[in-house]
């Protein structure tokens, strides 16, 4: 009888440990198949720590009337448009950018045949006026700086959307891409990746920052390194000073 007791007590302890070894196992997986995303604000997205997310707004066209209809949010004035711009650009041009911010200045190689619809948006808000003296709203240390919204909430955008493109490149430290609020919802909102990270193919990769160009790698990690606070979503994003585009130019 003693021995039966024994016996039943070793099984006991030896099938709790495969209980508990299968609890770890699980919860390990459950924390290595979180990756981050990047939406925008106008759909509502829960961020942590292991869950990122980048958000954004609209696109345009060239058969946008200037003086089109403006909205104002936060005392801020955001032009707003009716469609999206018809494409002007030419695919097999080679189109640099300088964007110039309060941190010092940046240079993106655009990829227009790769992405010519995200690229001719840019381009078309670029030469609009439409990101000067915009703020950098959401700044993530080791993962992405995010802008294009001159209100500044992470929900402003110039009116209208324009649809994904296929995208075979890597998310890596100075990829410019196209933050968005689901599938096909691109518009004037974008971030720049601070380090390498595998986001899913969800975010129209349109440039990238040289990674021999020192002083845009410079720039961008000044941003980066910003002190940030708790956003309006909980989330440790919110520039505790501010950080702004100055003027975005092409280069010839």
């Keep these: 009888m003693k021995y039966v007791v024994i016996v ?24 290595q198949n979180t990756i981050p995303s990047i939406t925008n604000e106008t759909s509502t997205a829960q961020n942590t720590a292991e869950q990122y997310t980048v958000s954004e707004d609209d696109i345009i066209t060239d058969q946008i009337s200037p003086t089109g209809q403006t909205s104002e949010e936060k005392g801020t004035t955001m032009k ?45 808000l670029a030469n609009e006026g439409y990101y000067t003296d915009t703020p950098f709203h959401r700044i993530i240390n080791g993962f992405m700086i995010q802008g294009g919204d001159p209100t500044g909430t992470g929900t402003g955008g110039p009116g209208y959307r324009f649809n994904d493109e296929p995208i075979t490149r890597e998310y890596l430290r100075g990829t410019l891409a196209m933050a968005n609020a689901g599938p096909n919802t691109n518009g004037s909102q974008f971030f720049v990746m601070h380090k390498d990270y595998p986001l899913p193919k969800n975010y129209v990769i349109f440039g990238q920052i040289d990674p021999t160009d020192t002083e845009s790698l410079k ?16 989330e440790m994003s919110k520039p505790s000073e501010e950080v702004r585009i100055v003027r975005v130019t092409v280069e010839d």
């Design 8 to 31: 039943a007590s070793v099984l006991i302890i030896v099938f709790s440990g495969i209980l508990v070894s299968a609890q770890l196992y699980k919860s390990s997986n459950n924390r």
């Design 80 to 124: 707003q448009y009716t469609q999206a711009p018809s494409m002007t650009i030419d695919t097999n041009k080679s189109y640099i950018v300088r964007v110039e911010t309060t941190k010092g200045p940046m240079t993106v190689k655009l990829f227009a045949k790769e992405a010519p619809s995200a690229v001719n948006n840019f381009l078309f």
């Design 219 to 234: 720039t961008l990690d000044a941003i980066a390194e910003t002190q940030v606070t708790v956003s309006s979503s909980g």
